[in-house]
C-alpha cells in the first residue's frame, strides 16, 4: 500500500494527491465509464456476430494469452492491425475490444484483438512480455493466418498504447524482442513515462517501485529509429493525459515518421472508434500507415 502523504501535501509536479489520482482516472473527463463498457462489449458480440473470426488462440502458455483473428480479403497480402486494449493494466480483455474491427475489416485489413495478464496478478513486466509474445506468435504464423508478416501494425489505446510502444523498444533481455519486425505503430491515449503512476491510485494495483517504473517508461528509452508511428490522443482528455501524449510527440519526431492526431470531438474511452474509419483524422492516418487509403471493398 501507498504511505498517504500528508494532506495537501505536493507529490507529483505541485500536484497533491487527490489532483494527481484525478489526472490519471480518464474516467473523471466522461459522464458514465460503464456506459462506455456496456458499449464495447455490445459492439464486439456484434462484430464477432457479423464477420468470421477464429477465436481463443493461444499465443503463450499463461491462460491470458489468448487472441481473436480476423481474417482479412487480401488473399495473403492483406496487413494486421493488432489490437492492444487499455484499463489501467487492470481491466477488460477480448471480450470487450472488437469493437474497432469492423471498419478496418471493410478498409483491407485483417485484426488481431489480443488479451493479456493483468494486474495485480501480472506484473507490468509481464505484460509487456505477453504483448510482444503475441507479436512474434502472430508473424511465425503469418502465412496460415492469412496476412503480410512484412504489414503488422501494432496498435494500443490507454494502457495498451503504452504496452504496444514497449514492443517497439529492442531489448536483449526481451524474449522474444519483436522491435524490428513491427511495420508500424499506433498509439492512443497512452502513458509513456511512469514515474507518475507509480505515485498516483493506479499503482495500488501495479506494485511498481521506481526502479520497474524506470524501466517500463518507453519514452526514456527510445532507440534511434523507428517505425512509421501514429500518435492520437482526444480532445478531452485530462492535462496528463495531454501532457505525455505531447512529450511522446517530441520524443518520437527525431527517430520515426510521426502523425499526430488530436480528435477535438473526441474522449479518452470513444476515440478508438475512430479506427479505420475514413474521413476521421484517426482514422485516414492509420489507413494511410497502413497502405489501405482510398481502398474500397
Given at each position: 500500500m501507498r504511505a498517504a502523504p500528508p494532506a495537501g501535501a505536493a507529490v507529483y509536479r505541485g500536484m497533491d494527491q487527490a489532483t494527481l489520482d484525478r489526472q490519471y482516472s480518464p474516467s473523471s473527463r466522461v459522464a458514465s465509464l460503464d456506459a462506455y463498457l456496456r458499449e464495447y462489449e455490445r459492439l464486439s458480440e456484434a462484430a464477432?456476430?457479423?464477420?468470421?473470426?477464429?477465436?481463443?488462440?493461444?499465443?503463450?502458455?499463461?491462460?491470458?494469452?489468448?487472441?481473436?483473428?480476423?481474417?482479412?480479403?487480401?488473399?495473403?497480402?492483406?496487413?494486421?492491425?493488432?489490437?492492444?486494449h487499455g484499463g489501467n493494466w487492470q481491466a477488460l480483455g477480448r471480450a470487450e475490444s472488437a469493437f474497432p474491427v469492423p471498419p478496418l475489416l471493410a478498409a483491407?485489413?485483417?485484426?488481431?484483438?489480443?488479451?493479456?495478464?493483468?494486474?495485480?496478478?501480472?506484473?507490468?513486466?509481464?505484460?509487456?512480455?505477453?504483448?510482444?509474445?503475441?507479436?512474434?506468435?502472430?508473424?511465425?504464423?503469418a502465412d496460415g493466418l492469412g496476412f503480410a508478416a512484412d504489414r503488422l501494425h501494432l496498435c494500443g489505446t490507454s494502457a495498451g498504447a503504452h504496452l504496444a510502444a514497449m514492443a517497439l523498444l529492442p531489448d536483449a533481455s526481451a524474449h522474444p524482442d519483436v522491435s524490428g519486425r513491427i511495420a508500424g505503430a499506433v498509439l492512443l491515449s497512452g502513458m509513456y513515462d511512469l514515474e507518475p503512476v507509480r505515485l498516483s491510485y493506479v499503482n495500488d494495483a501495479l506494485r511498481l517501485d521506481r526502479a520497474a517504473a524506470r524501466r517500463n517508461s518507453p519514452i526514456l528509452r527510445l532507440p534511434a529509429r523507428l517505425p512509421d508511428t501514429v500518435v492520437a490522443r482526444a480532445g478531452n482528455e485530462t492535462e496528463e493525459y495531454v501532457r505525455q501524449h505531447d512529450r511522446m510527440v517530441t520524443a518520437l519526431r527525431p527517430r520515426a515518421a510521426v502523425t499526430e492526431v488530436v480528435s477535438e470531438r473526441r474522449d479518452h474511452f470513444d476515440l478508438p472508434y475512430d479506427l479505420g474509419v475514413p474521413g476521421t483524422g484517426l482514422g485516414d492516418a492509420v489507413l494511410a500507415q497502413m497502405g489501405l487509403e482510398g481502398t474500397t471493398l
Amino acid at each position: 500500500m501507498r504511505a498517504a502523504p500528508p494532506a495537501g501535501a505536493a507529490v507529483y509536479r505541485g500536484m497533491d494527491q487527490a489532483t494527481l489520482d484525478r489526472q490519471y482516472s480518464p474516467s473523471s473527463r466522461v459522464a458514465s465509464l460503464d456506459a462506455y463498457l456496456r458499449e464495447y462489449e455490445r459492439l464486439s458480440e456484434a462484430a464477432r456476430r457479423a464477420h468470421p473470426v477464429r477465436t481463443s488462440l493461444a499465443y503463450g502458455p499463461h491462460p491470458a494469452e489468448r487472441l481473436d483473428y480476423f481474417p482479412g480479403q487480401g488473399a495473403g497480402r492483406a496487413p494486421l492491425l493488432v489490437f492492444v486494449h487499455g484499463g489501467n493494466w487492470q481491466a477488460l480483455g477480448r471480450a470487450e475490444s472488437a469493437f474497432p474491427v469492423p471498419p478496418l475489416l471493410a478498409a483491407g485489413a485483417a485484426v488481431a484483438v489480443i488479451e493479456y495478464g493483468l494486474a495485480p496478478d501480472v506484473g507490468l513486466d509481464a505484460m509487456a512480455g505477453m504483448v510482444r509474445r503475441a507479436v512474434d506468435w502472430l508473424l511465425r504464423h503469418a502465412d496460415g493466418l492469412g496476412f503480410a508478416a512484412d504489414r503488422l501494425h501494432l496498435c494500443g489505446t490507454s494502457a495498451g498504447a503504452h504496452l504496444a510502444a514497449m514492443a517497439l523498444l529492442p531489448d536483449a533481455s526481451a524474449h522474444p524482442d519483436v522491435s524490428g519486425r513491427i511495420a508500424g505503430a499506433v498509439l492512443l491515449s497512452g502513458m509513456y513515462d511512469l514515474e507518475p503512476v507509480r505515485l498516483s491510485y493506479v499503482n495500488d494495483a501495479l506494485r511498481l517501485d521506481r526502479a520497474a517504473a524506470r524501466r517500463n517508461s518507453p519514452i526514456l528509452r527510445l532507440p534511434a529509429r523507428l517505425p512509421d508511428t501514429v500518435v492520437a490522443r482526444a480532445g478531452n482528455e485530462t492535462e496528463e493525459y495531454v501532457r505525455q501524449h505531447d512529450r511522446m510527440v517530441t520524443a518520437l519526431r527525431p527517430r520515426a515518421a510521426v502523425t499526430e492526431v488530436v480528435s477535438e470531438r473526441r474522449d479518452h474511452f470513444d476515440l478508438p472508434y475512430d479506427l479505420g474509419v475514413p474521413g476521421t483524422g484517426l482514422g485516414d492516418a492509420v489507413l494511410a500507415q497502413m497502405g489501405l487509403e482510398g481502398t474500397t471493398l
